[in-house]
Nanobody, 123 residues
Framework: QVQLVESGGGLVQAGGSLRLSCAASAGTFGSYAMGWFRQAPGKEREFVGALTWSGSTTYADSVRGRFTLSRDNAKSTVNLQMNSLKPEDTAVYFC?????????????????WGQGTQVTVSS
């Protein structure tokens, strides 16, 4: 069973930066694409970004240009660098493993999920 654990969340002022990490506690990410999602209280879960094993990425319009995804396949770690944070970025952030190696922004296309890490951006 694949276990995903997010870390790096915290409280930051608007305009600040945070780096989130997602580690696979068992096995490796292999050739599966990895994604990040977020969910704020009272709101639907939304797609943040995703990347393939080779490094191809896609981002939600709301974070493009501010967030950057990267992965270390050997270490089974995926990172989400978040810059120029805004109060609307406040949410619990989840990493997830896609069911295959292709990029997708749909949550139903992912099979394993972490428990999430809280990101709070103050104004």
């Amino acid at each position: 069973q694949v276990q995903l654990v997010e870390s790096g969340g915290g409280l930051v002022q608007a305009g600040g930066s945070l780096r989130l990490s997602c580690a696979a506690s068992a096995g490796t990410f292999g050739s599966y694409a990895m994604g990040w999602f977020r969910q704020a209280p009272g709101k639907e879960r939304e797609f943040v970004g995703a990347l393939t094993w080779s490094g191809s990425t896609t981002y939600a319009d709301s974070v493009r240009g501010r967030f950057t995804l990267s992965r270390d396949n050997a270490k089974s770690t995926v990172n989400l660098q978040m810059n120029s944070l805004k109060p609307e970025d406040t949410a619990v952030y989840f990493c997830a493993r896609k069911k295959n190696a292709l990029l997708s922004s749909k949550g139903e296309d992912y099979d394993y999920w972490g428990q999430g890490t809280q990101v709070t951006v103050s104004s």
